[in-house]
């Protein structure tokens, strides 16, 4: 049976007061593939409805990252055998929100309207969305909205490319320290007791060393695969040298973790990348293999115990309007974001 959120959502007041969602929200959707500019617009839609198992989330804040891009550009080709070939399956994108429960479906137990939470759904950029309960996680007290809603695929990924691998004391580098993963990377390694060197270009030094880096390297100034010092793990999410060569900045051993790079070709993207760490991964040990990640529940109620435990803070690049979806796309394709870029949709507390 299905919980028709829009028209009917629950009052019980063990749950919490609910007002009646309206019927159309505004969302940003595509019917084709290409530049954000060129294909994404602000249109009137559908709320969506929820299941017994799904709450409604009205969207406070929305976060972005390189999956999006994928999504609306439809690049690399291969990928739309996943997303829609001719077509997005799914014509709002995003994955990212925070924001305030609307409404409940009959078998939600874990919330109720009005908490405030954090999450990953689909149609992130839109005033409101749905999902199963276990999707969402109550919001962090010590982070605003907006930071919450960066606490998502970035800061999962990062932590599950960490997460036992780093012991307390190792030597920890993380290359491309200053973007959405490399912000969350770093603190979640230090977290763990690593020793963390951060790599990143001569504007982003300042920031790196102030989420908790304890050196920084300026690769514009120095190739940390040439130096003398040698990491017992490195998270390398530019790709930006040879897999041999960045393992010549390893211990006897250490493990390299390539996270596919930023760039790739129309067709396969990174593929490339993925099937020759794959290869050679079979053959040292020294390398890691790749490695396929996906949001869980779990992995947020982990990530909001480092962030109350003032272990981790989300950095923010900077925010748009839901309007400007497309600039903010834009921001992220660019490569320099410096931490993660914000979707304001809107105040949940108001109309």
């Not at 595509?30 to 299941?51: C, E, F, M, N, W």
């Not at 829609?84 to 078998?107: H, I, L, Q, S, Y």
């Not at 270009?201 to 790196?208: G, I, P």
């Not at 003398?228 to 999410?237: E, H, S």
Request: charged residues 20%; hydrophobic residues 40%.
């Amino acid at each position: 049976m299905t919980a028709q959120a829009t028209a009917s959502p629950t009052t019980n007041s063990e749950r919490g007061q609910a007002v009646p969602a309206p019927t159309l929200m505004k969302a940003i959707a595509q019917d084709t593939y290409g530049s954000p500019a060129d294909v994404l617009r602000v249109q009137d839609i559908a709320v969506p409805a929820i299941k017994d198992d799904e709450v409604l989330v009205r969207v406070h804040t929305a976060s972005v990252h390189v999956g999006d891009l994928v999504l609306v550009k439809g690049q690399p080709y291969i990928a739309r055998m996943a997303v829609g070939m001719r077509k997005p399956k799914n014509p709002v994108p995003g994955t990212d929100v925070a924001g305030t429960v609307e409404a409940v479906g009959n078998a939600v137990t874990q919330m109720r309207p009005g908490d405030e939470v954090f999450g990953w759904c689909t149609g992130a950029f839109a005033e409101y969305v749905s999902a199963p309960q276990d999707h969402f996680v109550s919001k962090p007290a010590n982070l605003t909205l907006e930071q919450a809603a960066a606490v998502g695929v970035s800061a999962s990924t990062a932590l599950q490319l960490l997460r036992d691998r780093v012991q307390p004391g190792q030597k920890v580098l993380i290359n491309g320290a200053s973007g959405g993963l490399g912000t969350f990377a770093v603190q979640i390694a230090k977290a763990f007791g690593a020793e963390v060197t951060g790599v990143c270009s001569t504007k982003n030094v300042d920031m790196v060393r102030s989420i908790g880096a304890d050196h920084v390297i300026d690769y514009t100034r120095e190739d940390f695969t040439q130096g003398g010092q040698r990491y017992d793990f490195i998270l390398d999410n530019v790709a930006n040298h040879s897999l041999s060569a960045t393992r010549r900045a390893l211990s006897p051993s250490g493990t390299l973790q390539s996270n596919n790079g930023t760039s790739g070709g129309r067709w396969f993207g990174t593929m490339g990348t993925v099937i020759k760490t794959a290869i050679v991964s079979k053959f040292t040990r020294r390398q890691a293999g790749p490695s396929i990640k996906f949001p869980n529940r779990e992995d947020l109620v982990a990530l909001r115990d480092l962030i109350e435990g003032g272990k981790v803070t989300p950095v923010i690049d900077g925010t748009y309007p839901l309007s400007e979806t497309a600039g903010a796309l834009d921001r992220v394709n660019e490569g320099h974001a410096r931490g993660t870029v914000v979707i304001t949709v809107g105040d949940p507390g108001h109309d």
